[in-house]
């Protein structure tokens, strides 16, 4: 690890905490006079080397920027998986995604899969026979999709329903092939984005298939986060507040981290005000979590509604426009059923409507005197003392390859120092 002192906290998919190392940081963090305490949990990386080399990369300039400030760092592991056709820019071939995006299912992603879905091996290789065969008829989309359905139907673990502010995508419950066609589309449209047409053609479903895998498994993934910060994190950080409560704790999530890192403000003990900043980096869940109502539904409010008040300090929230996975697909799985119009690219969020739009690529929504600014005006500070921040990231977060564009383009100074301004860490 590029910084000391250093822990790891390790999570199951119930949000059952590994103790000698819940045990170990509470005992040593107060030892090693640590004042300020940052808590980053990983998005989706298949194993613990892609989550710390990311912890490694974006800690180390840390160190240098604050040379006088008491700091510890913790990473948080928790089981989700990446895709090996997801880029991570700048990142060692060792932990990013060194093949080009395919249809069908490499050994890489295969292995992943089984990784965190260890008791669905045989379903998966039915998966990938399925994408590399493409076979037509009754058992070809239709039972691709059914068997893609019970994929999610796996798990159903503790605190699953409570933790969905949007409830279960209408992608998979709607007519497979339909559901692949717009995938298609939708990727043809990214992966074509600046390049001149050479006509018009229509893409095969089945080029979509993958896809709808891909947004099972994110979806399986984003629940998972919610249950592991609320059942799992945020007690963690009671018992630590008890054992060390002059401890300033900073907590950062990247994607579905960011959800898990909100939802462990929704298991904080009552009367816990050590979390003194929350920085989210390209949040993978709804924009209304912390909204008191949504608009569109004036009697629905966000799942975590008002919980940033639980923060004594700001939640600052980067987004970027140039984040394909959160811009393009997350609205598209999010609400595909039910609308038969052909909406690519950028034009997916306008014809779908706010509803169904993430953190990552607009910022918070709906919460009265949210702040936005630009990340240059952000650095320039102060930030707000309390309540909710947007800051426009993409001045920074905008290299990546299709299909997640700039999702995972994080690793930066820049993205640092805010996260430090955020704690008011000097």
């Not at 030892?31 to 180390?60: C, P």
């Not at 053609?201 to 986060?225: C, F, H």
């Not at 960011?258 to 050590?274: E, H, K, Q």
Request: proline residues 8%; aromatic residues 8%; contains cysteine.
């Amino acid at each position: 690890m590029s910084v000391t002192p250093y822990w790891e906290l390790t999570f199951d998919s119930d949000g059952d905490v590994d103790g000698r190392e819940r045990d170990r940081l509470v005992a040593q963090v107060t030892e090693h006079g640590v004042r300020d305490l940052i808590v980053f949990a990983h998005g989706w990386n298949d194993d613990r080397s892609g989550a710390t080399a990311l912890y490694r990369r974006f800690f180390a300039p840390i160190p240098g920027l604050a040379p006088k400030a008491r700091i510890g760092y913790v990473g948080v592991i928790w089981p989700s998986m990446q895709f090996s056709d997801e880029p991570i820019p700048d990142f060692p071939k060792s932990a990013a995604a060194a093949a080009p995006p395919t249809a069908a299912l490499d050994a890489d992603t295969r292995r992943a899969l089984v990784a965190v879905f260890p008791d669905r091996a045989a379903l998966i290789d039915q998966l990938g026979r399925m994408l590399d065969e493409r076979p037509d008829g009754p058992q070809g989309l239709p039972e691709f999709g059914r068997l893609v359905r019970q994929l999610i139907d796996a798990e159903r673990g503790p605190g699953a329903a409570d933790t969905e502010e949007e409830g279960e995508p209408g992608v998979f419950t709607m007519d497979p092939a339909a559901a692949c066609a717009e995938f298609a589309e939708a990727l043809a449209a990214v992966r074509s984005a600046g390049t001149p047409s050479e006509g018009f053609s229509i893409p095969n479903p089945w080029d979509g298939a993958k896809e709808l895998l891909r947004q099972a498994t994110y979806y399986v993934m984003k629940r998972r986060a919610g249950t592991v910060g609320e059942q799992g994190l945020g007690p963690v950080l009671g018992t630590l507040a008890g054992a060390a409560p002059g401890v300033r704790v900073h907590l950062m999530g990247h994607s579905f981290g960011g959800r898990l890192v909100s939802f462990a403000l929704r298991g904080l003990p009552d009367g816990v005000r050590t979390v003194k900043s929350v920085t989210l980096l390209q949040g993978a869940f709804s924009h209304f979590a912390f909204a008191e109502r949504v608009p569109q539904a004036p009697d629905k409010a966000g799942a975590l509604k008002d919980l940033q008040r639980r923060i004594d300090g700001p939640l600052v929230c980067c987004y970027s426009h140039f984040d394909t996975a959160l811009g393009t697909f997350y609205p598209l799985a999010s609400r595909l059923s039910g609308d038969n119009r052909s909406c690519v690219g950028s034009e997916i969020a306008a014809v779908l409507g706010p509803e169904w739009g993430a953190m990552g690529y607009d910022g918070v929504q709906a919460v009265p005197g949210t702040v936005r600014l630009d990340l240059a005006a952000a650095l320039r500070g102060p930030l707000p003392a309390s309540g909710c921040v947007n800051v426009d990231a993409a001045a920074v977060v905008c290299h990546g390859g299709p299909p997640t564009g700039a999702h995972s383009d994080i690793v930066h100074p820049e993205l640092a120092r805010l996260a430090l301004a955020a704690g008011r860490i000097t």
